[in-house]
């Protein structure tokens, strides 16, 4: 069995008590490996063409060593990157504010929306969940195995939570429990499907392609790089002018890509129902929907410390971000009633969800 000791560490002024796991730590190790062989393997694009014996190099060459040794850095940097990453990654942390469960997305969980503290069975062990006021509950996979009987592996959890609870005042209890009792338990359903639950409260209306600066932002840079990839590789050859387009053709399309792909993921349709959010990429035909009862983390994100956003998180990680111009175009004032006292809802997302309807439209650049 897993003995894994809680580490406790000072962040911002705030104590935080980080659950070790040992799963990332093997995971950030295998990373690591895999990394390393795949560069050494990229090192096999040498071997493709034999050298020749006068010790100078065709095109084909040049670029076959170009990609061998690109490779090489980028495998073996990547590898390494993912594993000090991934293996400083803990289970989970607890602070004041909730509990945040790190699988292959992390998710934060208040307090407030977290009945108790209990163990699931998961493959050939036992490990610490939480049970949500939704019903759900929520395993914390990567932590590590305990005995069903055992309260002193699960009291760095339970302390906390009991500490809340004692100190939770008595209009927050109430509305939690009101709430949990007016709630449906949450079934889980398609998260993907072709066509929206039911009527359409709001809308975030369709913007247009990017600003120019946005567009330029992304395509310069592609475009610059490629140019003198192209350069590179061909510095001392003669090549005709069919060459010459064809390589400025090439890149010029994979900027066209790189902007395409950026649209599609700054830019995405929402729709709100009664009880219900749904979204989509621009490019996409399906559409994710979260019944407001399977959302557990209502939080907010700052871009540059310019504007606010709404993120809203199921039990697994997976949500959405919506932005502040959404917010203030209706969306916040479409949410409001449905998620007021909802008790996944973060203090700072309650403020921006009550300001926004407020504030006025606003152009995002």
């Not at 040498?46 to 670029?63: H, K, N, W, Y």
């Not at 990654?89 to 209990?118: C, L, Y």
């Not at 392609?209 to 050859?237: D, E, H, I, Q």
């Not at 559409?287 to 407001?292: C, M, Y």
Request: net charge positive; with cysteine.
């Amino acid at each position: 069995m897993e003995a894994c000791a809680a580490v406790t560490v000072t962040k911002q002024r705030s104590t935080v008590v980080r659950i070790p796991s040992r799963r990332w730590q093997l995971t950030g190790l295998a990373c690591g490996v895999a990394g390393i062989v795949a560069g050494i393997a990229s090192l096999l694009l040498l071997r493709v063409e034999t050298p020749p014996a006068g010790g100078q190099f065709s095109m084909t060459q040049d670029i076959l060593g170009f990609l061998a040794f690109t490779g090489l850095l980028g495998f073996v940097g990547a590898g390494l990157l993912a594993a000090v990453a991934l293996g400083r990654r803990p289970a989970a942390e607890v602070d004041r504010s909730g509990v945040k469960v790190f699988g292959w997305r992390a998710v934060r969980v208040p307090w407030p929306m977290i009945s108790e503290v209990t163990t699931v069975r998961d493959g050939k062990g036992i490990r610490p969940a939480l049970r949500l006021a939704n019903r759900q509950v929520l395993p914390l996979r990567f932590a590590a195995q305990v005995a069903s009987d055992d309260a002193e592996s699960l009291e760095v959890l339970d302390v906390p939570l009991l500490k809340y609870q004692r100190n939770e005042h008595a209009k927050a209890r109430e509305q939690r429990e009101r709430w949990a009792a007016n709630a449906r338990a949450y079934v889980p359903g398609p998260f993907v499907r072709r066509d929206l639950p039911g009527p359409v409260v709001f809308g975030v209306p369709r913007r247009r392609f990017p600003r120019s600066s946005r567009g330029v932002a992304v395509a310069v840079p592609v475009v610059l790089g490629g140019l003198k990839v192209v350069a590179a590789l061909t510095k001392g050859y003669s090549f005709d002018t069919g060459q010459l387009v064809l390589a400025c053709a090439v890149v010029a399309g994979a900027a066209a890509v790189a902007v395409t792909i950026a649209w599609a993921t700054w830019t995405s349709d929402i729709a709100i129902g009664e009880d219900w959010i749904g979204w989509r990429s621009r490019t996409g035909r399906h559409w994710r929907v979260l019944p407001f009862s399977g959302i557990v983390s209502i939080t907010t994100a700052t871009r540059k410390h310019l504007y606010h956003s709404l993120v809203i998180k199921r039990a697994d990680g997976r949500g959405l971000e919506i932005r502040e111009s959404a917010l203030r175009a209706g969306a916040a004032a479409a949410l409001l009633p449905s998620l007021a006292g909802h008790p996944g809802l973060d203090p700072a997302a309650n403020e921006v969800l009550t300001w926004a309807p407020t504030a006025g439209p606003v152009e995002e650049d």
